[in-house]
């Protein structure tokens, strides 16, 4: 009997079992040998199957909710997950018994999620018996592109009728390729493939075990990278995350969570990883440029049903870490009069921009090289004074003076403080007149116990310290307001919004 025969004849004896037990030292081969192969159906098997692990043979997936107006399970068609190939000489055991033989593989396989959202994902096995695999593999090294050389194109059986006056001339074409009859090429015993039954016998129902997503908090510097991962509700048993790893090209990754791993998790817990990226490239770019970030985790479940199961998730995401190489700074306004920067924040000063949020911010103008350096307690008493320092450094070639004022933007302040009726009485003036609702004032964080602060004349490379004086009013994190410079000399101004963060502390009696 040839090979091809007795290709034959084994496809169609063949028959693939799927076995997922419970307990990774379960052994087939043993129950084989001791004669009860019957017993490997009724094995103890896993119920569900976890995206994102390890797992033995080729998958696909398939969504078992019914979808339109029939009444099969596989309407949404199958979803290609992975695929292996498992050579013949690569199995654990072989098991005679009568007239039988078992043949025991052990391969892994990662199951990753699909790329459809599927209602209640399934996955089922199918596999593939094939001659030689092994023989399919190309030649290693590169190919030669071109023709072979000294042979002669196909000619133009259209060519004699070139020369027809009724054809004018034209320039007909019809290769000898096209007409030519091809005979087939023979199939070779590599090319033939026999699926196996029994694969497609039972679809095993699958949920996420590890759900994750990655948060970006800006910095002035840096770009602060939160990772979320949340263990499954439906994990019966411990999750061990082994490691976590983010890789950004051109980029430092600095863990600032120092958690010592393997860390324990149960179902439902949600573990948060912090990670601070730092551009290495100094070019300035003003255009977005997002950087791919590649997340690595590894991590274990011990289920409570005695099952070991192991999880590897790889994923990538961007991030835009153009922004990280501009400094912040603020740009000088137009020219104003002597009583207009009272009135209301300036239009033409920067919008606000990412900084630090710690106790010290650092303003620097750009045309003039003038830095204002601001810092404040983090802690305050409610209902007390604290001071904010400002530190002024002089860096251009002329003498400076400067004026310093808390500002509130227009909403704020625009409201009719003499009106002291009750809410009904207000809306029953306001309905009576056919206006609408006055706006309700809303009170400021903390109370401005300055008047305008003078710096200068400040000579060239000079340097200046003063203070200004708040009362916490609420407690929480402070919003100080808006500081506004005003240049005396030539009536510009500028406008910082970033301040330290002051939190103001409840004082229990």
């Known amino acids: 009997m040839d090979i091809k025969a007795r290709f034959e004849v084994l496809s169609r004896s063949a028959y693939l079992d799927v076995l997922l037990p419970k307990a990774p030292q379960f052994d087939a081969a043993a129950l084989i040998r001791a004669g009860a192969a019957d017993e490997l159906a009724r094995a103890p098997a896993r119920r569900n199957l976890f995206f994102d692990l390890e797992l033995v043979i080729a998958a696909h997936a398939t969504d078992a909710v019914p979808q339109g107006s029939g009444n099969t399970a596989s309407a949404s068609g199958k979803h290609d997950l992975n695929s292996g190939t ?24 990662h199951l990753p999620p699909p790329r459809t959202r599927l209602q209640r994902p399934a996955i089922y096995f199918t596999a593939n018996l094939a001659i030689g695999s092994s023989r399919q593999k190309p030649p290693p090294g590169p190919t030669d592109p071109y023709l072979p050389s000294c042979e002669p194109l196909p000619s133009n059986v259209l060519e004699p009728l070139r020369f027809d006056p009724a054809l004018r001339g034209s320039d007909v074409f019809l290769s000898e390729a096209r007409i030519t009859k091809v005979a087939p090429k023979a199939p070779s015993l590599a090319d033939i493939v026999r699926p196996i039954r029994g694969a497609t016998k039972r679809a095993f129902p699958a949920v996420p075990a590890i759900f994750t997503r990655i948060r970006y908090s800006t910095l002035p510097d840096a770009i602060v990278a939160s990772l979320h991962l949340e263990a499954s509700q439906l994990i019966a048993g411990t999750v061990r995350i082994t490691k976590t790893e983010l890789e950004i090209p051109h980029a430092k990754v600095e863990d600032l969570t120092n958690i010592s791993l393997p860390l324990e998790t149960r179902g439902g817990d949600e573990t948060i990883f912090l990670f601070k990226l730092l551009s290495l490239d100094t070019k300035s770019s003003t255009a977005e440029d997002h950087s791919p970030v590649s997340i690595s985790i590894r991590a274990s479940a011990s289920l409570d049903q005695g099952s070991e199961i192991s999880f590897e998730i790889d994923w990538q995401a961007h991030v835009d870490l153009s922004h990280t190489w501009q400094k912040p700074s603020y740009r000088w306004s137009k ?91 207000t809306d029953m003036i306001a309905n009576i007149f056919r206006a609408p609702p006055l706006e309700k004032s809303k009170l400021p964080d903390v109370l401005d116990l300055n008047p305008d602060v003078r710096i200068g004349p400040l000579p060239p490379g000079a340097c200046f310290e003063t203070h200004m004086t708040f009362k916490a009013l609420k407690s929480g994190v402070l919003d100080l307001g808006t500081l506004r410079i005003v240049d005396l000399d030539s009536r510009q101004t500028v406008d910082v919004w970033e301040l330290p963060d002051v939190i103001a502390m409840a004082i229990e009696s």
């Open 335 to 425: 020219p104003l009069n002597a009583s207009s920067h009272h009135k209301s924040v300036s239009v033409q000063s920067l919008p606000k921009s990412s900084l630090d949020a710690g106790s010290r911010t650092s303003n620097e103008g750009t045309s003039e090289g003038v830095i204002f350096n601001f810092t404040g307690p983090p802690v305050v008493p409610t209902s007390t004074e604290f001071k904010l320092n400002v530190h002024c450094n002089n860096r251009s070639n002329r003498p400076r003076r400067f004026g310093l004022v808390m500002i509130q933007p227009k909403k704020s302040r625009a409201v009719m403080s003499s009106i002291t009726h009750t809410s009904a009485e």
């Open 86 to 109: 498992i050579s013949a000489s690569e199995f654990t055991d072989i098991v005679a018994l009568e007239d039988q033989t078992y043949v025991i593989w052990k391969s892994k396989l």
